[in-house]
């Protein structure tokens, strides 16, 4: 991939990969406290369980789709970490798994092995699933009459989108 018009298309991949993992990473910082034990409703992951399954989510494709890539997985999908600097650091090493499989596959041409035809289908897919989640987590907040407000959560998430680096 050393054409100019292909290496500017990964170095942008990969940006929009980055750009995803800090808005989730901040959605967590802007958690208040006691906020990653609450629910949308009975029987809904709590918000620390979906940070936690985001982050096994990334691992079992990469588990699937690039093994070579793998790391050790936790055993539990919806892990209840309370600590949310133990989740940061779960979602930052997914994040860079996931990130090594995106610029190896797209500079080299090997295939997904499992789901994807192609490797930015499997970006869109984790972006589209971690935006759900956003959303998600953020309805659970206000509903437990914690809301993130949207001059809290801009900065870290819609700036983070559509500001430019250059």
Do not use: C
Not at 13 to 37: A, F, H, K, M
Not at 46 to 54: E, K
């Amino acid at each position: 991939m050393a054409e100019p018009g292909k290496q500017q298309l990964l170095e942008a991949v990969l940006e929009s990969w980055e750009r995803n993992n800090r808005i989730l990473v901040n959605l967590l910082r802007l958690v208040p406290e006691g906020g990653l034990e609450v629910r949308a409703m009975e029987g809904s992951p709590t918000v620390a369980q979906m940070f936690t399954h985001i982050h096994y989510g990334r691992m079992v494709l990469v588990l699937e789709d690039a093994p070579e890539f793998a790391r050790p997985m936790q055993k539990e999908e919806w892990l209840m970490e309370t600590d949310a600097g133990r989740i940061e650091a779960m979602l930052k090493e997914s994040a860079q798994v996931v990130r090594e499989v995106l610029k190896n596959r797209m500079e080299t041409g090997a295939e997904m092995k499992q789901h994807y035809d192609h490797p930015l289908l499997f970006l869109q897919h984790m972006i589209w699933h971690e935006g759900y989640h956003h959303g998600q987590i953020k309805l659970a907040l206000k509903l437990a009459g914690r809301a993130v407000s949207n001059e809290q959560a801009g900065p870290g998430t819609w700036r983070v989108w559509m500001s430019k680096t250059r």
